[in-house]
């Protein structure tokens, strides 16, 4: 049998065919829908599996890549090698006391309305973000003055090895848009946010007060990757590029947003070489007006 079709089989035994692509666009899998071909693109619906699958990738020393819900990703044209794992089947989320407690491949949207639910307050800023949970842990998402540091207790995790630890809120390292996991590439698997109990209303209020300003400022009718850039100290990102004049303009299929200049969105069937170009054209011109180098928020991996 050759290798790949070992692979396959292999993976196949470990969590089940339904739950194994191969040479799977990842335009389809990502909110930006923009993307190359994964080689294998498996969906782990138990911890055992996602530890089984990580020893598979080591006894054939293959490329891996997680990924949640592909809210900050751009995957080049050319694809991803080896196998690329997504959380999604482990979505639980509960209540224990007053934390919430979610597996990682949970949309970060539907713990804020578990805990809205559950009238438990701080978690209302992550009502909009569209990632995961694990996807929200490694970034440090955040929002309108909150960020999953301020509610996060611990997490549980599987490093790349497949040994599950624990790791308590300082030791993760949460800074603007990043953490620790950055460096260590752990799976975070699940996650407790130590919560207060609210008022239902009050806590809806300010949700549906988010909402309004995402939704009246965004341009969600379109696909994107958020914020393509971080805030720069003592600047914002998207009035640099405003100022710039580059609203509406970009490569291909590519356009930075006439909406909000911090958003390049996904117009018309664009490639990640299209959405790419139009990255560095944003990052040079505002380098040569304003002198400002615009750091990435959003994560490109993949080949050309
Ligand atoms: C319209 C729009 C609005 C957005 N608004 C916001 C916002 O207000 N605030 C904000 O902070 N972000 C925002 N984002 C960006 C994005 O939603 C966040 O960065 C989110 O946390 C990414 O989660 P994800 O699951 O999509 O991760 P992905 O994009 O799939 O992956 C991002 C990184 O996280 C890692 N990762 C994913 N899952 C795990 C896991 N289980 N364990 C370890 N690492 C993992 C991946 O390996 C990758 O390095 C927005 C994006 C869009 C498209």
Redesign the pocket.
């Known amino acids: 049998m050759e290798r790949a079709e070992h692979i396959y089989q292999r993976l196949v035994e470990i969590c089940g065919e339904r739950n194994v692509l191969r040479d799977e666009p990842m335009k389809n899998h ?3 829908r923009i993307g190359g071909k994964a080689d294998f693109l498996v969906w782990p619906e138990t911890y055992e599996q996602v530890i089984e699958v990580l020893r598979l990738k080591e006894e054939y020393g293959l490329p891996f ?9 751009i995957i080049r044209d050319g694809g991803l090698r080896g196998i690329v794992m ?2 999604k089947h482990l979505n639980r989320i509960w209540r224990e006391g007053n934390n919430v407690i979610a597996q ?2 949970a949309d ?1 949207k539907a713990v804020s309305r578990f805990a809205l639910e559950q009238s438990l307050t701080g978690l209302e800023f992550a009502c ?17 003055g909150g ?1 999953v540091k301020d509610v996060l207790d611990h997490v549980k ?1 599987a490093t790349l090895a497949g040994e599950l630890k624990t790791l308590k809120n300082e030791e993760l390292e949460l800074g603007y ?1 990043t953490s620790i ?2 460096r260590t ?5 699940e996650v407790v946010f130590a919560l207060q109990p609210g008022d239902y209303a009050q806590i809806k209020a300010k949700m549906d007060d988010l909402t309004f300003q ?1 939704e009246s400022k ?1 341009p ?1 009718e379109y ?5 393509v850039f971080k805030r720069p100290p003592g600047y914002f990102a998207g009035k640099l590029i405003q100022d710039s004049g580059l609203q509406g303009k970009g490569f291909g299929g590519a356009e930075v947003s006439t909406k909000h200049a911090g ?1 390049i969105i996904n117009k018309n069937n664009a490639t990640a070489a299209d959405y790419i170009a139009t990255i560095e054209m944003v990052r040079k011109t505002v380098k040569e007006k304003f002198g400002v180098d615009l750091e990435l ?3 490109i ?1 993949g080949e050309e």
């Open positions: 990502t909110l930006v890549t997680l990924l949640g819900n592909g809210s900050n990703v997504q959380l990682s491949g970060i909009g973000i569209p990632g995961s949970v694990g996807g929200a842990i490694m970034m440090n998402a955040g929002a309108y960020e995790v848009r996991i950055s590439h752990d799976i975070v698997l995402r965004q969600l696909p994107s990757v958020g914020s958003f928020e959003v994560k991996i």
